[in-house]
């Protein structure tokens, strides 16, 4: 794997660590989401209901 992209793909998860419920997530470019994805991030919620998606990150649903 490239270094850089793995690289980007910690520091974005980093930042995303950070964001906070009402905090818009930062674009994230595909090559990272394509790694993000090939290392199973896919199925986790993040902190502020954020899941990535093939086609970047959106709000889960919230379940009441």
Do not use: C, F
């Not at 974005?12 to 964001?19: A, S, V, Y």
């Not at 090559?31 to 970047?56: F, I, M, N, Q």
């Amino acid at each position: 794997m490239n270094r850089d992209l793995s690289s980007s793909a910690i520091a974005t998860l980093k930042i995303l660590g950070e964001l906070g419920p009402s905090d818009t997530p930062p674009p994230v470019p595909a090559p990272v989401v394509t790694e993000l994805l090939k290392r199973g991030y896919a199925a986790h919620a993040w902190h502020g209901g954020l899941v990535l998606t093939d086609s970047g990150w959106r709000r889960a649903a919230q379940r009441g």
